[in-house]
């Protein structure tokens, strides 16, 4: 992993610096796809909305006055790409005559993940950031502007919630 | 199934579960978890989750190198240079502006080749009725707005000048006259004082004077009443001799009358 810098390296790519660019894609890509992913719940569009994030941050990157925030401005755009979505995806909903269940398409785990999106937001998003980004607390904590402990006791609590739930499901 | 671990130890098993209890502190959380069954349930519980969302994650690690991978190819294709676009405005649209620099020029030298030739004296006498009272008028009416603010600043400071001087010489007067007024007044004082002090003096005299008059016509008239008074005395005596001495002649008349 290169050692330079957020700061650094958004500096270098603001200046056409693409294989700068290209480090802070491999360090933020799964903190980004995890928050995607917590408010999307389907993982195809979590992975589309975060890619179209990071090639978006490339081009509006002259917009970002302060390097060393480029974490939390790229998550920044995330969101509201997400938001984006959603509100795309209820309108399509709204025309559709099939009724999609957003985790349908996640396989084998689908109990999981319908589990997971039927958790409230305060906890479904530092659950999948956490197990989308190697359990990074600190960089959660940071992105969702809370504290480490804080984070900790949602995760935990979500999987408690998750737990009670999936019992049921087997009932 | 709902999980009931103590209420005082939850925390700290979420604290255990994330590896933020010190050796000793975790030492002791495991021995309550081995005697609790609630806890120890609860704690079961969430390293169940846990080991089941880890696994959950890994079998999402394939896409997300997959989609990681994608987003690297499309941006190695992006023909986007941030660099250039971080330009500001004008320098992104610089050959719009060259364009339509060169256009405007090129219009404008073919405007004025094409133009119809004119007669030089035509055109000043067409100038000279038409335009030229317009651009006479137009041109005063713009001096006078243009001036009409510098006047008014003109006049404004004009005034203000005029105002603060008249303003110091009458302060200067005003304080010239107090001294005035002040060195008068002591001289009357002082007048006032000396005539006031002679007219004691003359009023002073003048008792004097009359204390001396009284006096001495108390004297003098101690002295006629005294004189007076010997004389009526010696008058008296005079009298009472001489009526003693026409007594017998007076009782014989009246005996001679009788």
Known sequence: ?171 | MNLNPCPNHKADIDAYCCGHLSPSQAASLQKHLSECNGCGRYYDALIQQDTRLTAWANSLDSRIQAGQDCLLQRLREKEVYPALASQPWPYRCIWQLAAAVILITAGFFAARLFQPAMNQEQLFAEWSQTIQPQIEQKLAAAVIQQLRPELLQIRNDLAAQMTAQINEASAQSIALSQTMNAKLIREFAEAVQTVQSRDRQVVSDALLRLEEKRLQDKRQTQKAVTSLALATGEEIARTRRQLFETRPVLSESSNTNQ
């Not at chain 1, 700061?7 to 790519?13: E, F, H, R, T, W």
């Not at chain 1, 569009?45 to 060393?68: H, I, M």
């Open chain 1, 1 to 171: 992993m290169d050692e330079r810098s957020d700061q650094i390296l958004a500096a270098q790519s603001r200046h056409g610096d693409k294989t700068a660019y290209e480090q802070l894609v491999l360090r933020h890509y799964r903190n980004v796809l995890g928050l995607c992913y917590a408010i999307l719940m389907n993982f195809n569009d979590a992975q589309d909305v975060c890619q179209e994030t990071f090639l978006r941050g490339f081009e509006k990157l002259r917009n970002l006055r302060d390097d060393s925030l480029f974490a939390n401005w790229i998550h920044q755009i995330a969101r509201h790409m997400c938001m984006d979505s959603l509100r795309r995806r209820k309108k399509t909903q709204r025309f559709s005559t099939l009724n999609v269940h957003p985790c349908s398409l996640d396989g084998d785990y689908l109990d999981l993940t319908t589990a997971i999106a039927g958790l409230p937001d305060d906890y479904r998003i530092p659950l999948v950031m956490y197990y989308l980004d190697g359990h990074d607390e600190r960089a959660i904590a940071s992105h969702l502007g809370t504290s480490q402990s804080t984070i900790c006791r949602r995760i935990q609590t979500a999987k408690q919630l998750l737990y009670e739930r999936l019992s049921e499901y087997q009932k």
